[in-house]
């Protein structure tokens, strides 16, 4: 398996990262291949801060072409979402939650069954601790993600899947990324 839309795609997925983590970047990698692949994206964030609009285009992002939402909380977030997916427009849609999120699980069962039904990838990206589990039993994908430096400019971004319900759990993921400028 790789860390692809196309793996992804049809299913609810997590992606939980501790304070020095790495989810914005491996999510944005996901939303690169989604928009190489043709697919509109919409990216839906529940917290107080989001990401860095410059940083996103100098790795490639079509701006653009990338739906931003800002909702409350993660409840709007999954609303939002489910009102993105039936339209039936986008091939990923990205809900920032941030930490000590929750999503009901009604609202987890319906972007289960719009992701199938519209081929998308639903992706949440929460923060977590390693102990700590998946958002609910509906999740079909969870990985935890890890940043290392390996250099002056360069990191190393590292996800372990923990959770997979179409394959054996603990595949990994990891590629080297440059820093944004200031980057220490």
């Given at each position: 398996p790789e860390w692809s839309r196309a793996e992804l795609a049809?299913?609810?997925?997590?992606?939980?990262?501790?304070?020095?983590?790495?989810?914005?970047?491996?999510?944005?990698?996901?939303?690169?291949?989604a928009q190489m692949e043709g697919?509109?994206?919409?990216?839906?964030?529940?917290?107080?801060g989001t990401f860095f609009p410059p940083d996103a285009a100098a790795g490639g992002i079509d701006l653009e072409a990338l739906v931003v939402l800002r909702v409350k909380d993660a409840r709007a977030a999954g609303r939002a979402a489910d009102r993105?997916?039936?339209?039936?427009?986008?091939?990923?849609?990205?809900?920032?939650?941030?930490?000590?999120?929750?999503?009901?699980?009604?609202?987890?069962?319906?972007?289960?069954?719009?992701?199938?039904?519209?081929?998308a990838a639903v992706l949440c990206l929460t923060g977590k601790e390693p102990q700590q589990a998946s958002l609910g039993s509906l999740v079909s994908l969870h990985a935890r993600t890890r940043r290392?430096?390996?250099?002056t400019d360069r990191f190393a971004c590292d996800l372990t899947v923990s959770k997979d319900k179409r394959r054996v759990p603990g595949w990994s993921h990891g590629e080297e990324y440059r820093g944004p400028d200031g980057f220490c």
């Amino acid at each position: 398996p790789e860390w692809s839309r196309a793996e992804l795609a049809g299913r609810l997925c997590e992606l939980s990262t501790a304070a020095s983590g790495a989810a914005l970047t491996v999510a944005f990698h996901l939303v690169l291949d989604a928009q190489m692949e043709g697919e509109p994206v919409a990216w839906v964030s529940a917290t107080d801060g989001t990401f860095f609009p410059p940083d996103a285009a100098a790795g490639g992002i079509d701006l653009e072409a990338l739906v931003v939402l800002r909702v409350k909380d993660a409840r709007a977030a999954g609303r939002a979402a489910d009102r993105l997916l039936r339209s039936g427009a986008f091939g990923l849609v990205v809900l920032d939650l941030g930490a000590g999120a929750v999503l009901p699980t009604p609202l987890q069962g319906r972007l289960v069954r719009l992701a199938g039904t519209h081929d998308a990838a639903v992706l949440c990206l929460t923060g977590k601790e390693p102990q700590q589990a998946s958002l609910g039993s509906l999740v079909s994908l969870h990985a935890r993600t890890r940043r290392r430096r390996r250099g002056t400019d360069r990191f190393a971004c590292d996800l372990t899947v923990s959770k997979d319900k179409r394959r054996v759990p603990g595949w990994s993921h990891g590629e080297e990324y440059r820093g944004p400028d200031g980057f220490c």
